[in-house]
């Protein structure tokens, strides 16, 4: 009787037979394999057993991939997961031979523990899992994919020998280990975590098997969040059951595999809150500036942003997480050596809980120590390898150093000098020097560069000398603009937005405005890293001295519905249902008008998109006010990319219920055409048609009422210019707005009504100072001329081309209630001017989840308005002054981008006819 032993050795991907001899024992096979017998790992997939040293291959071989000397091998073949399996002559010459038995044998727990048979139905539910079969011929591949399954279906790490008995074959498939698999994951006591972040928090989803590894460092992650999020007294049991109620398998009948049920039981305990933080030794900067929010210096718990907030009036506090207090510890030293306390310590004194343990008080004790301040600032040019320029600089250091705002003598400010560093990387990009920082400019070795942190000396005392240490490079012009990624939006709508121009000296400054232009544009958005569009540099092979601009944009999402309510004073309450699309394209439709093709396309960008022109439909009805709008807008009619012509056409219905006495009705239409001949200034045309009817006028309705009933038709031509520049243009703090507008209504252009009208508007706004979170406190000044005269056969002004003053206009007064009346009614005037001077600062602020900087949720403002109103220029009714002053609050909800602005205004000069109303607000979406 012949006897052999073979074993799999994996090498590298491949798998490897080779030959063994064993002992004779009396005759008979050996009932169970030996320790001796070396192993078939599992997939590469899967993890390592802990069976085997470090650095060596099942069997005890070295690592690598040629097998020991004496054994060859010969004739690969692939394996399930496609690595090759390369055979011994032995192996070989047992391919084909019947297999005589299978056996399966478990290796127990316990160190130098003998391999045990396992028992008859477990081997069974195992061996009929098996592609080998007893009685059919031996194949290599089989086994190795037996091997493989068995890990991939069981999850169970199997040896696999092979012994060749009077020309047949034994297989044993030894099981080193099992890693049981849960059936289903259960939660009990999970009352304040929704599942669905659970299930995201631990990566579980419906096809993905968690095993008994996973159990425990799933529970430590699950528990840490509950810790993060307050649950200080948290606690989780990991729980195993098998399955109620379900079919156990015959080889498991105790529910030690694939019938187990995971459950965690949580018991969340109270939530903590932080209710107090004393500080102590913070002499140089108050814990909390007064009422918990108002002020504008610096202020240690709030200026520091740390994330456990005390509580405040009936607000509870922030979650208290120890983990989150550490870190706010590193934020307050942060704060502290950014203001000059570079040797500040701030440490956890004492927490102390409440008696029911749902609140808690924080100790922080504070060494400051010295504050530093600034003995010298320097500007020193260096080479590309760090050393000190030898030659002459560009621009000498002097006039950098004029572009400073640190000063020799001041305290040390971390804030403060990195805006000069900003500054002094401002100052290059402006003459043809991009940042080393700057996107794409990394790995030039001719880029501009200011280190960062400068250069740090201390002194004997709280001094330090600061250098920032400038390399200024290779001046850059730029070669080319290359725009990627555009899969719908013409080029053209893109460079149209870029100042930059291929063959000039690079200005930051245009680089810098062509992304802000693309970024308010709202065309383009990557959906998976949420953000807009980016511009970088791309060096030009072997010239230095070039660059080209890529410009990476994707098309997003541009067409949006919104649904939206607004109330003020006056004006009552509006609902609104609107739909804005911007970069539409009126000249490509469909393919096909069948409305669910045309609707797809639409959808995915490839219908109506990319032109760069806008549409919105607005649907409004109001209480006071109902309105009906349709507009299109084509940014650029001729393709001129700069200096263009644009076109707009638009379309409305405006119901009016104002309490004056009246009904007004309009419909109409407009159409024009503008120039713009810079960025911030453009002037234009349009002319527009109105159909207005006024009715169900009251018994005391004023005579320019009655004088309008009926149907009249208004057609006019306007002529505007405007000159805006403002830094931000939904929350500017600097810059102007300046309208001029001039209308010719009737006379050669027919109509029922003849007159000429002038408007000017102007908005200034400046910045007084910043607090320390960089939010300003901003003085507005604005105001509001008009006059209108009627010539030809009209006698008056028409009543719905009238000027009213009250309300927005001029707080302290009721809506369109200051100036002449009638009857209790306002008139309105011919002539008009408001004006007002408010000065806004800011109270809250927050950051967002996500956002780098700090969003306003609370501004207080002050002001002072002003206004005229008259029957006419020269009329008597318009020297009649009405001032009125107030305080106000503007408030923000950012999710749901709701400005909320509230008013009170005392009216100190005014008339004895005017309605005055101390309280103003405005709400809309």
């Keep these: 009787m012949e006897r052999a032993s073979f074993r799999f050795v994996r090498v590298g991907v491949g798998i490897l037979w080779s030959a063994l001899a064993l002992p004779a024992q009396g005759g008979q096979p050996s009932p169970q394999p030996t320790t001796q017998q070396p192993t078939m790992q599992p997939p590469a997939t899967q993890p390592p057993t802990t069976q085997q040293p470090s650095g060596q291959m099942p069997g005890n071989r070295p690592a690598g991939g040629e097998p020991p000397e004496g054994e060859q091998t010969q004739d690969p073949i692939r394996g399930v997961q496609g690595g090759e399996i390369h055979l011994s002559e032995d192996v070989q010459r047992l391919q084909g031979k019947n297999v005589r038995a299978i056996r399966i044998a478990k290796q127990p727990a316990g160190e130098g523990a003998s391999p045990q048979l396992v028992d008859q139905a477990t081997a069974d ?3 009929r899992s098996l592609e080998t079969r007893v009685g059919r011929p031996f194949e290599a591949r089989k086994v190795t994919a037996d091997c493989e399954n068995l890990w991939l279906e069981r999850r169970l790490l199997v040896d696999a020998s092979a012994i060749e008995i009077d020309g047949e ?16 994951i259960e939660f009990k006591g999970l009352d304040n975590l929704p599942r669905a972040t659970v299930d995201s928090l631990l990566g579980i989803d419906g096809d993905r098997q968690v095993t008994t590894n996973e159990a425990e460092a799933m529970r430590k992650v699950l528990l840490s969040r509950y810790h993060r999020d307050g649950y200080a007294f948290c606690s989780i049991e990991l729980r195993e059951r098998p399955v109620v109620g379900g079919v156990v398998a015959a080889d498991d009948p105790e529910g030690q595999s694939g019938g187990r049920v995971l459950e965690f039981r949580i018991d969340e305990s109270k939530k903590v809150t932080v209710r107090d933080v004393f500080v102590y030794g913070n002499e140089s900067f108050a814990a909390e500036p007064a009422f918990g929010f108002a002020g504008t210096g610096s202020y240690l718990l709030r200026d520091s942003h740390i994330q456990s907030d005390p509580s405040w009036g009936f607000a509870r506090g922030a979650a208290y997480s120890r983990e989150v207090l550490e870190e706010d510890l590193d934020r307050l030293r942060l704060f502290y050596r950014s203001r000059g306390f570079l040797d500040a310590t701030v440490d956890l004194a004492d927490v102390v809980f409440s008696d029911d343990r749902t609140e808690v008080d924080v100790t922080l004790v504070i060494v400051e120590g010295p504050r530093y301040r600034i003995r010298s600032v320097a500007i020193e040019h260096i080479n590309s390898t760090g050393q000190p320029l030898e030659s002459e600089p560009l621009y000498p250091a002097a006039e950098i150093q004029a572009e400073l705002q640190v000063e020799p003598g001041e305290y040390y400010d971390h804030t403060r000098l990195q805006r000069d560093w900003l500054d002094i990387q401002e100052f290059y990009g402006e ?22 942190p400068p250069r740090e000396i201390y002194g004997e005392g709280p001094e330090v000398d600061v250098t920032f240490l400038v390399y200024e490079g290779v001046p850059k012009t730029l070669r080319d603009v290359v725009i990627r990624g555009n899969q719908f939006t013409r080029d053209a709508v893109i460079r149209r937005r870029v100042r930059a121009q291929p063959g000039e000296r690079i200005d930051m400054r245009d680089v810098q405005l062509s992304l802000r232009y693309l970024e308010q544009t709202r065309f383009f958005t990557d959906q998976y890293a949420l953000r807009g569009p980016t511009v970088g540099f791309e060096p030009v092979s072997g010239k230095p001295d070039l660059l080209d601009l890529a410009i990476d944009v994707e098309d997003g999402q541009t067409g949006e519905l919104r649904w939206g309510i607004g109330i003020s004073t006056g004006q009552g309450a509006q609902a609104s249902i609107s739909y804005s699309k911007r970069n539409f394209d009126l000249w490509n439709p469909p393919s096909s008008w069948n409305p669910v093709t045309a609707f797809s396309e639409m959808l995915d960008n490839r219908a109506f998109h990319g032109g760069g022109q806008q549409l919105s439909v607005l649907l409004a009805p109001g209480s006071r006010y109902s309105q009906f709008r349709i507009s299109w807008l084509e940014p650029d009619l001729f393709g001129d990319h700069y200096d263009t012509w644009d076109l707009r056409v638009a379309g409305q219905r405006l119901i009016s219920r104002q309490p004056d006495g009246y009904t007004s009705d309009t419909l109409g239409g407009e159409i024009g055409i503008g120039r713009s001949l810079t960025d911030n200034f453009n002037i234009g045309v349009a002319a527009r048609h109105d159909t207005v009817e006024i009715g169900d006028l009251a018994g005391d309705a004023t005579k320019f009422a009655y004088d309008a009933e009926g149907s009249s038709e208004l057609r006019g031509i306007r002529l505007t210019a405007r000159y805006r520049d403002l830094d931000d243009l939904r929350r500017p703090t600097e810059g102007v707005d300046l309208a001029l507008s001039g209308e010719v209504v009737g006379g050669f252009l027919g109509g029922d009504v003849d007159i000429y009208k002038f408007v000017h508007t102007a908005d ?3 910045w007084l100072w910043e607090n320390e979170m960089e939010h300003r406190t901003v003085l507005h000044f604005d105001h509001f001329f008009g006059v209108a005269h009627a010539f030809g056969n009209t006698r008056d002004v028409f009543l719905t081309e009238r000027f009213f003053l009250g309300g927005r206009n001029l707080r302290g007064f ?12 306002p008139l309105g005037g011919e002539a008009i001017y408001s004006s007002s001077l408010e000065l806004t600062f800011p109270l809250v602020a927050t950051r967002l989840e996500n956002e780098v900087r700090d969003r306003e949720l609370l501004r ?8 005229l109103l008259g029957l006419g220029i020269d009329d008597p009714t318009f020297g009649e002054v009405r001032l009125s002053s107030g305080v106000g609050l503007r408030i923000e909800i950012p999710y749901l981008e709701v400005p909320i602005a509230l008013d009170v205004a005392w009216p100190w000069l005014y008339e004895q006819s005017d309605d005055r109303r101390q309280f103003f607000f405005w709400i809309s979406r």
């Design 169 to 184: 074959v034994v297989l044993t498939f030894l099981v080193r280990r099992e890693i049981g698999v849960y059936e289903r």
């Design 860 to 867: 207080f403002a002050m002001f002072t308005d002003f206004g």
């Design 125 to 127: 539910s195992l061996v």
């Design 814 to 825: 009721d809506y369109r209630n200051a100036g002449p009346s009638q009857f209790g009614r």
């Design 764 to 766: 200034a706004y400046t």
């Design 431 to 452: 003459r043809g020097h991009p940042p080393r920082s700057f996107r794409g400019m990394g790995g030039d070795t001719t880029a501009c560069t200011v280190s960062w």
